[in-house]
């Protein structure tokens, strides 16, 4: 089955910048999405389209591609942005698959 | 406001049976993709079902034959009708706006409903 994979951990101190990768073959044919969960809340939408920001996301948060690894990259990371994150492609038109998964810890 | 409030999670044994329920509110769910997702404790999120507006179904290969989903479009809810329940669909299951007719992700995200099979 299809997999994208995630580093488990990322550590960052307040105001510097958080990188997490998502790597998955098809991903230079499909779009990713990002999402934010913090614990015992439902996951938000922070990037979509592999690059946008929906409205109301921190211009913070960007996105980018490159070949088969996605990068969601905060800039100038603060403490609320303590959280898990998690890429999202599809393996299909169908079929939707998440990535492993990164715990983002603000030091 | 755009909303989506699960609710029927529950215990139940294994080999039972169980439905799920998400109401929505500000858009409607005929006319939109919407998906179930589940999150085992401690664990990642895992992609279950989706239904088209045109009414096709997709299901993950971990609950193919065992899970359903459905809509009523009259009362503007989603459905997961899940059966022979094992240990392992133990989760919280959210519903989500699945916008990805444009490339717009999961959009909106229940606040989930917690089912334990044991």
């Known amino acids: 089955s299809y997999e994208l994979t995630q580093p488990p951990s990322v550590s960052v101190s307040p105001g510097q910048t958080a990188r997490i990768t998502c790597s998955g073959d098809?991903?230079?044919?499909?779009?990713a999405y990002w999402y934010q969960q913090k614990p015992g809340q439902a996951p938000v939408l922070v990037i979509y389209k592999g690059s946008e920001r929906p409205s109301g996301i921190p211009e913070r948060f960007s996105g980018s591609t490159s070949g088969t690894t996605v990068t969601l990259t905060i800039s100038g990371v603060q403490a609320e942005d303590e959280a898990d994150y998690y890429c999202?492609?599809?393996?299909?038109?169908?079929?939707?698959?998440f990535g492993t998964g990164t715990k983002v810890t603000v030091l | 406001e755009v909303q989506l409030v699960e609710s029927g999670g529950a215990l139940i044994q294994p080999g039972g049976s169980l439905r799920l329920s998400c109401a929505a509110s500000g858009f409607s769910v005929s006319s939109n993709y919407m998906s179930w997702v589940r999150q085992a404790p401690g664990k990642g999120l895992e992609w279950v079902s989706a239904i088209y507006s045109g009414g096709s179904t997709y299901y993950a290969d971990s609950v193919k034959g065992r899970f359903t989903i459905s809509r009523d479009n009259s009362n503007n809810m989603l459905y997961l009708q899940m059966n022979s329940l094992r240990a392992e669909d133990t989760a919280v299951y959210y519903c989500?706006?699945?916008?990805?007719?444009?490339?717009?992700?999961?959009?909106?995200w229940g606040q989930g409903t917690t089912v334990t099979v044991s």
């Open positions: 989500a706006r699945d916008r990805r007719v444009v490339q717009y992700g999961l959009d909106v």
């Open positions: 999202q492609s599809a393996d299909s038109s169908v079929i939707y698959v």
């Open positions: 098809t991903l230079s044919k499909r779009y």
